[in-house]
């Protein structure tokens, strides 16, 4: 991938070990911080109004599927005995977090956003992790999420928050790709994801891996270990795998459209603390689309949670990873002078 497909400032880079100081373009300083949604959403009626438009775009077999999916994880949820299955229950937490530190530390910042490098060791534990999340492939994660932050809010965006909170959710994948969408994205440069040796083998086998790993694995653990019921054990790990789908997707949308903006006020992306907490970290979102190349996707400090970061600061120490991306503190300070809120510690 080349520099400027995703890095939001480019010719600010800098390593834990060296740094480059380049000058910001100013611009003229807020006296206000953006908060809520902001203005671009669309309404409610306007979104519902505009998905029967063209009938014809909607994936039905997808819509279906994700919606009779969460009426049987809302059944799940409301169902369970918890308490009574805590092995089981802790079980499906533990594959969840696996699930998650595969997207955020692996799909998300290791191989779209090449913020840091991971040995291959590593990168088969994240591959691993991936896909135990069930999503989709590496490859079309990696390809929609360069091009989401190349084309942020505008028709190449795969799940542009312009055209409202559903559709930035889980109504994109409920549709046909817009037609800028497909275009733009096969410009986005994948040769590094093409020669990554574990990526691809991984891609090879993908389905299978998948099933294996994010499925009948996580459901046969608790009846051969603990003598699970085969029915809780599966209603357990379906309840966590929409869960982890749901807090993926809260970065597409409530990060989008609910909270402060407090490093770049004029972007779509803001800081939110709950999104944060479902998805290991990744919901400080103005700072992560701002600087998009740091491994952190956050400030480190104060009340941020980011476990992702922990985890990875773990494996620098034995080396697996490395050459972790940093800004500069005199940039992140230039940067907030001159584009967001100066009260951005107070509002975190």
């Not at 779209?112 to 088969?124: E, G, I, Q, V």
């Not at 795998?241 to 779509?268: E, M, Q, R």
């Not at 034995?318 to 005199?330: H, K, L, M």
Request: glycine share 4%; aromatic share 16%; net charge positive.
């Amino acid at each position: 991938m080349a520099p400027n497909v995703i890095d939001g400032i480019s010719n600010f880079r800098i390593t834990k070990n060296k740094s480059v100081s380049v000058a910001d373009n100013s611009e003229e300083k807020s006296k206000e911080c953006v908060l809520s949604k902001h203005s671009r959403e669309s309404s409610k009626y306007d979104e519902i109004k505009n998905w029967y438009e063209r009938p014809e775009d909607i994936k039905w077999l997808n819509s279906t599927l994700i919606i009779s999916f969460h009426l049987f994880a809302l059944y799940g949820i409301f169902t369970l005995p918890y308490f009574q299955r805590w092995k089981t229950f802790l079980w499906s937490f533990f594959v969840a977090s696996c699930g998650a530190f595969g997207i955020t530390a692996g799909a998300h910042r290791l191989w779209s956003h090449k913020s840091y490098k991971a040995s291959n060791p590593m990168k088969f534990i994240l591959m691993m992790c991936f896909c135990c999340a069930g999503q989709n492939s590496m490859y079309h994660w990696v390809r929609d999420h360069r091009l989401h932050h190349k084309h942020s809010e505008t028709d190449a965006d795969p799940h542009n928050s312009n055209r409202g909170f559903f559709f930035s959710h889980c109504g994109w994948l409920m549709q046909k790709k817009h037609p800028e969408v497909l275009m733009k994205g096969k410009q986005i440069d994948m040769s590094d994801i093409e020669a990554d040796p574990v990526v691809m083998f991984f891609e090879k086998y993908f389905t299978l891996s998948k099933v294996v790993i994010s499925y009948l694995i996580p459901i046969m653990v608790p009846v051969y270990f603990w003598n699970e019921d085969w029915y809780y054990s599966f209603l357990f790990q379906f309840c966590r795998y929409i869960f982890s789908l749901n807090a993926t997707w809260s970065v597409n949308s409530f990060a989008h459209l609910y909270g402060y903006k407090p490093y770049d006020k004029s972007i779509a992306p803001v800081e939110n603390k709950f999104v944060a907490i479902f998805s290991l970290g990744e919901g400080w979102h103005n700072y992560h689309h701002t600087f998009p190349y740091d491994y952190r996707a956050a400030e480190i400090g104060g009340s941020r949670f980011n476990p992702t970061t922990t985890l990875i600061d773990l494996f620098s120490k034995i080396g697996w990873a490395y050459d972790c991306r940093v800004p500069s503190e005199n940039l992140i300070k230039m940067t907030v002078a001159n584009r967001g809120c100066e009260d951005k510690i107070s509002n975190m």
